[in-house]
């Protein structure tokens, strides 16, 4: 079946705009989480989402970053006044039902910020 | 607060000789493990999972996984190197409270030479 899809695959951005970051998750998958991968910082947390329940949001870096996730479906995260520390491989994940450890991670949205 | 200790940035073998990708894990919880693969612009795969059933746990395309508790260890191994194995490798904790909240290795890049 089809797995998580990210799009876009790049993004090139100006410092200062802001950007969307859309995820597509597995059919039925009720978890959804943001991932930030960047040199020197490896693999970081960011948000996650579980049905209607409020959003852990703990990993975000700033107020500049947020995330929706619209009936209970797709998600879209959002960086605003991008920086260039921004620039990073953005990964989305999904869960099945109650197995919120094991994660199917998507192909991932590289931003750059010049 | 759990970490993950992968002890080798980049590990290069020859085709068909053994591979060895060691992690060090320092949960205190029963922990969760597990071992992603990441490939050229691609997303992360999931390799094993470990949740306590049994000790050797089998993977994808050849490899497995030893945990070890009186080592804190979860290496990861192959008898005999494809030149497709050539990819970035993350152990991977979920065993912190949140359950879902996955601390990621810096990762060991595997080279596999002709």
């Known amino acids: 079946g089809a797995g998580v899809s990210q799009s876009p695959s790049n993004k090139v951005t100006e410092k200062g705009k802001d950007v969307e970051l859309r995820c597509d998750p597995i059919s039925g998958h009720t978890a959804l989480y943001w991932y930030r991968q960047s040199l020197g910082q490896g693999l970081e947390f960011l948000i996650y989402f579980q049905g209607n329940s409020a959003p852990d949001k703990s990993g975000l870096p700033s107020d500049r970053f947020s995330a929706e996730r619209t009936g209970g479906s797709v998600s879209t995260l959002t960086i605003q006044r991008t920086q260039q520390e921004d620039s990073a491989v953005y990964l989305c994940a999904s869960s099945p039902p109650g197995l919120t450890d094991t994660q199917y991670f998507g192909p991932g949205t590289r931003l750059t910020v010049l | ?114």
């Open chain 2, 1 to 114: 607060a759990q970490s993950v200790t992968q002890l080798d940035s980049h590990v290069s073998v020859s085709e068909g000789t053994p591979v060895l990708l060691r992690c060090n894990y320092s949960s205190s919880y029963s922990p969760s493990l597990f071992w992603y693969v990441q490939h050229p612009n691609k997303g992360l795969q999931l390799l094993l999972k470990y949740t306590s059933a049994a000790t050797l746990v089998k993977g994808i395309n050849g490899f497995e996984a030893e945990f070890k508790k009186s080592e804190t260890s979860f290496h990861l191994t192959k008898p005999s190197a494809h030149m497709s194995d050539a990819a970035e490798y993350f152990c991977v904790d979920g065993s912190g409270g949140s359950n879902y909240k996955l601390t990621f290795g810096k990762g060991t890049l595997l080279t596999v030479n002709p």
